[in-house]
């Protein structure tokens, strides 16, 4: 199973970019899904969650209002759209998900992404 974001890059303040975070494998299926942040120095931080029927979700309290998270569950994948973006969001955003693999005993594993550097200039 792989974690593959995408959609990071360099903006200025107050403007918009949508994350994009793919699982690919098989014989597996996704459970709930996240976004994580960090920056150099300081701990990765979530930033989002939604579970597995996408119903629910959770937010870190300086993005509410202003990111949305959601996921397509017939491709196994999942979006982050930001908006009004500061530059105190920068950061190395990583896709974060628990996939069931259908083999043995069924265990729930951690799968991370490699990270895409999200930049907001004042």
């Known amino acids: 199973v792989q974690l593959v974001e995408s959609g990071g890059g360099s903006v200025q303040a107050g403007d918009s970019l949508t994350l994009s975070c793919e699982v690919f494998?098989?014989?597996?299926?996704?459970?709930?899904m996240a976004w994580y942040r960090q920056v150099p120095g300081n701990q990765r931080e979530l930033v989002a969650s939604?579970?597995?029927?996408?119903?629910?979700?959770v937010f870190l309290n300086s993005v509410k209002g202003r990111f949305a998270i959601s996921k397509d569950g017939t491709k196994n994948k999942m979006y982050l759209q930001m908006s009004s973006l500061e530059p105190e969001d920068t950061a190395v955003y990583y896709c974060h998900a628990l996939v069931k693999i259908h083999a043995g005993t069924y265990q729930i594993y951690k799968y991370w992404g490699q990270g895409t550097q999200v930049t907001v200039s004042s």
């Open positions: 494998g098989s014989d597996f299926s996704v459970n709930a």
């Open positions: 939604i579970d597995d029927n996408g119903r629910n979700t």
